[in-house]
Protein backbone atom coordinates (compact mmCIF):
# COMPACT_ATOMS: atom_id res chain seq x y z
CA UNK A 1 0.00 0.00 0.00
CA UNK A 2 1.47 3.47 -0.98
CA UNK A 3 2.51 5.56 1.83
CA UNK A 4 -0.23 8.31 2.96
CA UNK A 5 0.19 11.83 2.12
CA UNK A 6 0.50 14.08 5.07
CA UNK A 7 -1.51 17.13 4.65
CA UNK A 8 -1.41 20.23 6.74
CA UNK A 9 -4.73 22.46 5.95
CA UNK A 10 -4.26 26.69 6.85
CA UNK A 11 -7.37 28.49 7.46
CA UNK A 12 -9.79 26.45 10.55
CA UNK A 13 -13.04 28.59 8.85
CA UNK A 14 -15.98 27.39 6.33
CA UNK A 15 -14.13 26.92 3.90
CA UNK A 16 -11.47 24.78 5.47
CA UNK A 17 -14.12 22.52 6.88
CA UNK A 18 -15.50 21.91 3.63
CA UNK A 19 -11.95 20.63 2.78
CA UNK A 20 -11.60 18.29 6.44
CA UNK A 21 -15.03 16.60 5.65
CA UNK A 22 -14.30 16.12 1.97
CA UNK A 23 -11.04 14.35 2.65
CA UNK A 24 -12.45 12.02 5.17
CA UNK A 25 -13.48 10.35 2.11
CA UNK A 26 -10.15 9.87 0.31
CA UNK A 27 -7.87 7.01 1.03
CA UNK A 28 -4.36 7.05 1.59
CA UNK A 29 -4.59 10.79 3.05
CA UNK A 30 -4.01 12.42 6.82
CA UNK A 31 -4.73 15.86 7.55
CA UNK A 32 -2.04 16.02 10.38
CA UNK A 33 -1.66 19.57 11.24
CA UNK A 34 -4.35 22.44 11.43
CA UNK A 35 -3.48 26.08 11.73
CA UNK A 36 -6.38 28.59 12.53
CA UNK A 37 -6.00 32.14 13.75
CA UNK A 38 -7.25 31.40 16.89
CA UNK A 39 -6.10 28.66 18.74
CA UNK A 40 -8.77 27.48 20.89
CA UNK A 41 -11.31 27.18 18.19
CA UNK A 42 -8.61 25.78 15.83
CA UNK A 43 -7.71 23.27 18.69
CA UNK A 44 -11.51 22.36 19.03
CA UNK A 45 -11.92 21.88 15.25
CA UNK A 46 -8.51 19.34 15.39
CA UNK A 47 -10.04 17.57 18.15
CA UNK A 48 -13.34 16.62 16.18
CA UNK A 49 -10.87 15.91 12.91
CA UNK A 50 -8.59 13.77 15.01
CA UNK A 51 -5.69 16.16 14.08
CA UNK A 52 -2.64 15.80 16.69
CA UNK A 53 -0.50 19.27 15.66
CA UNK A 54 -2.25 22.75 16.13
CA UNK A 55 -0.89 26.05 15.57
CA UNK A 56 -1.53 29.70 14.59
CA UNK A 57 1.64 30.01 12.40
CA UNK A 58 2.03 28.06 8.64
CA UNK A 59 5.92 28.35 9.76
CA UNK A 60 5.41 25.42 12.47
CA UNK A 61 3.50 23.39 10.06
CA UNK A 62 6.04 23.35 7.34
CA UNK A 63 9.08 23.00 9.92
CA UNK A 64 7.24 19.47 10.16
CA UNK A 65 9.87 16.84 7.79
CA UNK A 66 6.48 14.75 7.71
CA UNK A 67 4.80 17.20 5.67
CA UNK A 68 3.98 16.45 1.93
CA UNK A 69 1.42 18.97 1.08
CA UNK A 70 -0.85 22.22 2.54
CA UNK A 71 -3.94 23.36 1.34
CA UNK A 72 -4.12 27.08 2.01
CA UNK A 73 -7.83 28.32 2.59
CA UNK A 74 -6.86 31.62 4.37
CA UNK A 75 -7.25 34.95 3.70
CA UNK A 76 -6.86 35.78 0.07
CA UNK A 77 -4.37 38.62 0.69
CA UNK A 78 -2.23 35.48 2.10
CA UNK A 79 -2.19 33.12 -0.49
CA UNK A 80 0.87 34.16 -2.93
CA UNK A 81 2.88 34.70 -0.36
CA UNK A 82 1.88 31.83 2.06
CA UNK A 83 2.26 29.71 -1.66
CA UNK A 84 5.50 30.73 -2.14
CA UNK A 85 6.31 29.55 1.50
CA UNK A 86 4.90 26.06 1.08
CA UNK A 87 6.93 25.78 -1.97
CA UNK A 88 9.89 27.21 -0.50
CA UNK A 89 9.84 24.38 2.15
CA UNK A 90 9.32 21.34 -0.52
CA UNK A 91 5.61 21.23 0.12
CA UNK A 92 3.38 20.48 -2.42
CA UNK A 93 0.57 23.25 -2.09
CA UNK A 94 -3.32 23.98 -2.99
CA UNK A 95 -3.71 27.07 -2.85
CA UNK A 96 -8.28 28.03 -2.51
CA UNK A 97 -9.55 30.66 -4.87
CA UNK A 98 -8.39 33.25 -5.39
CA UNK A 99 -4.40 32.28 -6.36
CA UNK A 100 -3.62 35.55 -5.47
CA UNK A 101 -5.40 39.47 -5.58
CA UNK A 102 -2.48 40.70 -8.33
CA UNK A 103 -1.26 39.74 -11.09
CA UNK A 104 2.10 39.62 -10.24
CA UNK A 105 1.78 37.83 -6.90
CA UNK A 106 -0.09 34.87 -9.37
CA UNK A 107 2.89 35.25 -11.51
CA UNK A 108 5.87 34.56 -8.36
CA UNK A 109 4.02 31.65 -8.22
CA UNK A 110 4.20 30.14 -11.08
CA UNK A 111 7.55 30.94 -11.73
CA UNK A 112 8.26 29.33 -8.80
CA UNK A 113 6.36 26.34 -9.12
CA UNK A 114 7.97 26.07 -12.53
CA UNK A 115 11.49 26.17 -10.28
CA UNK A 116 10.84 23.32 -8.04
CA UNK A 117 9.03 21.02 -10.01
CA UNK A 118 6.01 20.42 -6.94
CA UNK A 119 2.55 20.40 -7.46
CA UNK A 120 1.26 23.51 -7.20
CA UNK A 121 -2.71 23.68 -7.99
CA UNK A 122 -5.79 26.30 -7.27
CA UNK A 123 -8.84 25.61 -5.74
CA UNK A 124 -10.90 26.99 -9.24
CA UNK A 125 -13.73 23.93 -7.63
CA UNK A 126 -16.17 24.73 -10.94
CA UNK A 127 -13.68 22.77 -12.86
CA UNK A 128 -14.47 19.87 -11.02
CA UNK A 129 -18.41 20.29 -10.03
CA UNK A 130 -20.50 17.52 -11.41
CA UNK A 131 -22.51 19.89 -13.27
CA UNK A 132 -19.74 21.76 -14.66
CA UNK A 133 -18.23 18.14 -15.61
CA UNK A 134 -21.22 17.14 -17.70
CA UNK A 135 -20.82 19.98 -20.32
CA UNK A 136 -17.20 19.50 -20.20
CA UNK A 137 -17.42 16.20 -21.17
CA UNK A 138 -20.34 16.93 -24.12
CA UNK A 139 -18.18 19.87 -24.98
CA UNK A 140 -14.75 17.81 -25.50
CA UNK A 141 -17.20 14.48 -26.89
CA UNK A 142 -17.81 17.32 -29.90
CA UNK A 143 -21.19 17.02 -29.17
CA UNK A 144 -21.82 20.92 -27.93
CA UNK A 145 -20.50 24.15 -28.38
CA UNK A 146 -20.69 27.39 -26.51
CA UNK A 147 -22.28 30.23 -27.63
CA UNK A 148 -22.85 32.42 -24.86
CA UNK A 149 -22.62 32.01 -21.10
CA UNK A 150 -24.79 34.21 -18.88
CA UNK A 151 -23.60 33.75 -15.12
CA UNK A 152 -25.39 35.23 -12.13
CA UNK A 153 -23.14 35.32 -8.83
CA UNK A 154 -25.44 37.02 -6.02
CA UNK A 155 -24.77 37.05 -2.16
CA UNK A 156 -26.10 39.44 0.67
CA UNK A 157 -23.10 40.74 2.76
CA UNK A 158 -23.59 44.31 3.63
CA UNK A 159 -21.05 43.41 6.84
CA UNK A 160 -18.17 41.83 6.83
CA UNK A 161 -19.27 37.99 7.54
CA UNK A 162 -18.09 34.63 5.88
CA UNK A 163 -20.18 31.64 4.95
CA UNK A 164 -20.92 30.75 8.46
CA UNK A 165 -22.04 34.30 9.61
CA UNK A 166 -18.88 34.07 11.20
CA UNK A 167 -17.03 38.40 11.54
CA UNK A 168 -14.11 38.11 9.16
CA UNK A 169 -10.25 39.16 9.46
CA UNK A 170 -10.41 40.52 5.54
CA UNK A 171 -12.60 41.96 2.79
CA UNK A 172 -13.48 39.25 0.67
CA UNK A 173 -13.83 40.84 -3.29
CA UNK A 174 -16.28 40.28 -6.02
CA UNK A 175 -13.50 40.74 -9.01
CA UNK A 176 -10.50 39.12 -7.72
CA UNK A 177 -12.38 36.30 -5.84
CA UNK A 178 -15.92 35.81 -7.38
CA UNK A 179 -15.39 36.78 -10.88
CA UNK A 180 -11.99 34.71 -11.23
CA UNK A 181 -14.54 31.27 -10.80
CA UNK A 182 -16.39 32.15 -13.98
CA UNK A 183 -13.81 33.74 -16.22
CA UNK A 184 -11.55 30.31 -15.78
CA UNK A 185 -14.59 28.48 -15.99
CA UNK A 186 -15.77 30.38 -19.28
CA UNK A 187 -12.14 29.84 -21.01
CA UNK A 188 -12.10 26.25 -19.69
CA UNK A 189 -15.20 25.39 -20.89
CA UNK A 190 -14.90 26.90 -24.22
CA UNK A 191 -11.24 25.89 -24.59
CA UNK A 192 -10.34 29.61 -26.14
CA UNK A 193 -8.24 32.12 -25.04
CA UNK A 194 -10.21 35.25 -23.50
CA UNK A 195 -9.78 38.33 -26.09
CA UNK A 196 -12.06 40.70 -24.82
CA UNK A 197 -13.03 41.54 -21.47
CA UNK A 198 -14.87 44.74 -19.96
CA UNK A 199 -16.14 45.75 -16.68
CA UNK A 200 -18.31 47.79 -14.85
CA UNK A 201 -18.78 48.78 -10.90
CA UNK A 202 -21.86 50.09 -8.71
CA UNK A 203 -20.43 52.69 -5.67
CA UNK A 204 -17.80 51.43 -3.52
CA UNK A 205 -19.43 50.58 0.03
CA UNK A 206 -18.04 53.27 2.67
CA UNK A 207 -17.46 50.64 5.21
CA UNK A 208 -16.00 47.65 3.97
CA UNK A 209 -14.03 50.08 0.79
CA UNK A 210 -15.36 47.50 -1.99
CA UNK A 211 -17.68 47.67 -4.81
CA UNK A 212 -20.88 45.60 -3.74
CA UNK A 213 -22.45 45.36 -7.67
CA UNK A 214 -20.17 44.62 -10.61
CA UNK A 215 -21.06 43.66 -14.90
CA UNK A 216 -18.59 42.04 -16.16
CA UNK A 217 -18.25 41.03 -20.39
CA UNK A 218 -16.09 38.47 -21.84
CA UNK A 219 -15.32 37.42 -25.32
CA UNK A 220 -12.91 34.48 -27.00
CA UNK A 221 -11.16 33.71 -29.79
CA UNK A 222 -13.75 31.34 -31.09
CA UNK A 223 -16.53 34.22 -30.47
CA UNK A 224 -18.31 32.89 -27.27
CA UNK A 225 -19.55 35.42 -25.23
CA UNK A 226 -20.24 35.53 -21.48
CA UNK A 227 -22.32 38.47 -19.30
CA UNK A 228 -21.63 37.86 -15.54
CA UNK A 229 -23.44 39.81 -12.55
CA UNK A 230 -22.67 39.98 -9.40
CA UNK A 231 -23.43 41.58 -6.18
CA UNK A 232 -22.96 41.48 -2.53
CA UNK A 233 -25.94 43.52 -2.43
CA UNK A 234 -28.95 40.59 -3.37
CA UNK A 235 -31.03 39.50 -0.84
CA UNK A 236 -32.93 36.70 -2.59
CA UNK A 237 -32.09 33.12 -3.90
CA UNK A 238 -27.96 33.20 -2.96
CA UNK A 239 -25.27 31.38 -5.18
CA UNK A 240 -23.98 31.27 -8.63
CA UNK A 241 -26.33 30.30 -11.07
CA UNK A 242 -24.77 29.57 -15.34
CA UNK A 243 -26.43 29.09 -17.81
CA UNK A 244 -25.00 27.84 -21.13
CA UNK A 245 -26.34 28.66 -24.45
CA UNK A 246 -25.06 25.94 -26.67
CA UNK A 247 -25.68 25.54 -30.59
CA UNK A 248 -27.25 21.62 -30.01
CA UNK A 249 -28.82 22.74 -26.37
CA UNK A 250 -28.97 24.90 -23.12
CA UNK A 251 -27.90 23.51 -19.56
CA UNK A 252 -28.65 25.70 -16.44
CA UNK A 253 -26.03 24.58 -13.37
CA UNK A 254 -27.37 25.71 -9.92
CA UNK A 255 -24.22 24.14 -7.60
CA UNK A 256 -24.58 20.70 -7.95
CA UNK A 257 -27.81 20.30 -9.76
CA UNK A 258 -28.21 20.36 -13.59
CA UNK A 259 -31.04 20.89 -16.22
CA UNK A 260 -32.07 21.54 -19.52
CA UNK A 261 -33.20 24.59 -21.34
CA UNK A 262 -36.88 23.14 -20.23
CA UNK A 263 -35.88 22.78 -16.78
CA UNK A 264 -35.73 19.17 -16.80
CA UNK A 265 -33.31 17.61 -14.56
CA UNK A 266 -30.02 16.09 -15.52
CA UNK A 267 -28.85 13.14 -13.61
CA UNK A 268 -25.21 14.10 -12.93
CA UNK A 269 -24.64 11.84 -9.90
CA UNK A 270 -22.67 9.25 -12.24
CA UNK A 271 -20.40 11.54 -13.94
CA UNK A 272 -17.98 11.21 -10.77
CA UNK A 273 -16.67 9.12 -7.83
CA UNK A 274 -18.60 11.89 -5.27
CA UNK A 275 -20.52 14.60 -6.27
CA UNK A 276 -18.89 16.96 -3.91
CA UNK A 277 -16.82 19.79 -5.71
CA UNK A 278 -14.11 20.21 -2.88
CA UNK A 279 -13.32 16.57 -2.37
CA UNK A 280 -13.01 16.09 -6.35
CA UNK A 281 -10.76 19.41 -6.18
CA UNK A 282 -8.35 17.42 -3.59
CA UNK A 283 -8.88 14.09 -5.00
CA UNK A 284 -7.35 15.51 -8.14
CA UNK A 285 -4.70 17.68 -6.17
CA UNK A 286 -3.72 14.64 -4.22
CA UNK A 287 -3.28 12.26 -7.58
CA UNK A 288 -1.38 14.60 -9.11
CA UNK A 289 1.40 14.59 -6.14
CA UNK A 290 1.19 10.34 -6.49
CA UNK A 291 1.20 10.36 -9.83
CA UNK A 292 4.24 13.03 -10.48
CA UNK A 293 1.92 14.82 -12.70
CA UNK A 294 0.22 18.71 -13.68
CA UNK A 295 -2.91 18.92 -12.10
CA UNK A 296 -6.19 19.99 -13.54
CA UNK A 297 -6.45 23.80 -12.22
CA UNK A 298 -2.67 24.15 -11.61
CA UNK A 299 -1.21 27.51 -10.98
CA UNK A 300 -0.24 27.84 -14.67
CA UNK A 301 -3.40 26.26 -16.49
CA UNK A 302 -5.11 29.17 -14.28
CA UNK A 303 -2.34 32.23 -14.51
CA UNK A 304 -4.67 33.42 -17.82
CA UNK A 305 -7.18 34.19 -15.94
CA UNK A 306 -5.62 36.45 -13.56
CA UNK A 307 -4.10 38.31 -16.35
CA UNK A 308 -8.18 39.04 -17.32
CA UNK A 309 -8.76 40.20 -13.75
CA UNK A 310 -5.55 42.38 -13.78
CA UNK A 311 -7.06 44.42 -16.67
CA UNK A 312 -10.87 44.20 -15.85
CA UNK A 313 -9.09 45.66 -12.55
CA UNK A 314 -7.01 48.54 -14.25
CA UNK A 315 -9.95 49.06 -16.57
CA UNK A 316 -12.11 50.05 -13.24
CA UNK A 317 -9.45 51.87 -11.67
CA UNK A 318 -9.54 54.41 -14.45
CA UNK A 319 -13.46 54.79 -13.60
Known sequence: MAKAIKVALAGAGAFGIKHLDGIKNIDGVEVVSLIGRRLEPTKEIARKYGIGHVSTELADALALKQIDAVILCTPTQMHADQGIACLNAGKHVQIEIPLADSLKDAQAVV?????????????????????????????????????????????????????????????????????????????????????????????????????????IQLKTESGAICTLSLSFNNDGPLGTFFRY?????????????????????????????????????DREFFAAIREGREPNASVAQVLPCYQVLHDLDRQLSKG
Open 245 to 281: IGDTGTYIARYDDLVNGKEEKIDVSKVDVSMNGIELQ
Open 111 to 215: DLQNKTGLVAMAGHTRRFNPSHQYVHKKIAAGELNIQQMDVQTYFFRRTNTNALGQPRSWTDHLLWHHAAHTVDLFAYQTGSKIVQANAVQGPINPALGIAMDMS
